[in-house]
């Protein structure tokens, strides 16, 4: 009965996981409303999913919050960057598609290609705001970093841009899914991302004795 009642094992610990997952997901989307604060926002959640969920450290909510505001001045700069790029990329994309589905033809071979260049760009916004999350950058060499990522680790970046975009598809499709699909789907986005960063900052990885890293 001991183990029953030990609130970092079986049910407990499950529950406290369940109450993360939600709580961090409505917690991110209640701070990503004013819309210039998502960068922030989601760099919050990549360090708190990472740091509380993945390792079970405790104290999520403290967690969120501390590194919102330590991101806030560079995130929100970084936000005001990708929303009307990512806006014209859309716009662009919407565009191909409706020529290129009723026209066909070589439209239709354009559209295609564009489809497929869009990953560059999508694979950069993928990576800033767990970059941000993990590391300290000014904007323009966050940039850069996550270009070169990108380029470097193109099969990873294949994998986290359709594990977003199949995020943002089901919460858009539905309303109940973002109440978890946030935090589950940066759990995902992290078990490449991580690997990727232990790659050149080893001191990230997780350590087997002694207080985890900051």
């Known amino acids: 009965m001991g183990d029953f009642f030990n609130p970092e094992k079986g049910i407990w610990a499950w529950l406290s996981t369940l ?22 926002a989601t760099a919050a959640l990549y360090y708190t999913v990472v740091k509380c969920v993945r390792r079970r450290e405790s ?6 919050l501390r590194s919102f505001r330590d991101n806030l001045k560079p995130g929100l700069q970084t936000t005001l960057i990708v929303l009307p790029a990512a806006a014209l990329l859309l716009a662009v994309h919407h565009i191909a598609r409706w020529y290129g589905t009723r026209v066909g033809g070589l439209l239709y071979v354009l559209y295609v290609a564009q489809y497929f260049a869009l990953m560059l760009p999508a694979g950069v916004l993928c990576w800033l705001f767990p970059l941000l999350g993990r590391f ?16 470097v680790h193109l099969p990873s970046t ?34 490449f991302t991580e690997r990727v960063f232990q790659k050149y ?5 997780p350590r087997e004795d002694g207080p985890p890293e900051e």
């Open 201 to 205: 900052a080893p001191e990230l990885a």
């Open 59 to 64: 104290g999520a909510f403290g967690c969120y």
């Open 19 to 40: 109450v993360d997952v939600v709580g961090l997901s409505v917690l991110w989307i209640a701070l990503c409303l004013p819309v210039v604060t998502i960068g922030p």
């Open 136 to 151: 300290d950058y000014r904007v323009k060499d966050l940039f850069r970093t996550a270009f070169q990522l990108t380029m």
């Open 158 to 191: 294949v994998v986290v841009v359709l594990l977003t975009a199949q995020a943002v598809v089901l919460c858009a499709a539905r309303w109940w899914p973002v109440v978890f699909v946030p935090v589950i789907a940066m759990l995902l986005v992290s078990l």
